[in-house]
């Protein structure tokens, strides 16, 4: 053996003994899965295609908000006062009103494609809790009179 040889087997010598003494196998003497055992994934099918383009949004039905649901940003605006957030998202807007009583949320999409968003959902809480309060009251209280 010469000196090359010496030192590569004295260098591997300690990773074989961790082995040994780790309980592990060699790779070579593992013992491969059998056909039968081998795990099989079913396959996935493809996510189905969007067809039908533009989709209206659902308009929101609920008494004490028939002022609200279907006005436009100035509609609102007109009823609200400024509001304390207008964020766009793609065709959809949110305005956000606020007062002590609570914070109305309004939610604007537009009824076909190209349309000026109208409110089609509405949401209100407490503002110091973030709990859900009565729609109808929350617009009732921060409507200008």
Do not use: H
Not at 95 to 110: H, I, K, M, R, S
């Amino acid at each position: 053996m010469n000196a090359r040889n010496t030192i590569l087997a004295a260098l591997a010598l300690p990773a074989l003994a961790a082995c040994a003494a780790s309980g592990a196998a060699p790779a070579a003497e593992l013992p491969r899965p059998r056909a039968a055992e081998a795990v099989r994934v079913p396959p996935t099918a493809p996510p189905a295609p969007v067809t039908g383009g533009f989709r209206p949004a659902r308009i929101m039905s609920m008494p004490g908000l028939e002022n609200v649901l279907g006005q436009t940003r100035e509609g609102l605006l007109g009823r609200f006062g400024a509001a304390r957030l207008d964020v766009w998202e793609g065709d959809a807007r949110k305005l956000q009103f606020t007062g002590e009583a609570c914070v109305l949320d309004v939610y604007l999409y537009p009824p076909a494609p190209g349309a000026e968003p109208r409110a089609s959902y509405v949401d209100a809480r407490r503002a110091s809790d973030g709990l859900d309060v009565d729609r109808a009251a929350c617009v009732a209280a921060l409507a200008r009179r």
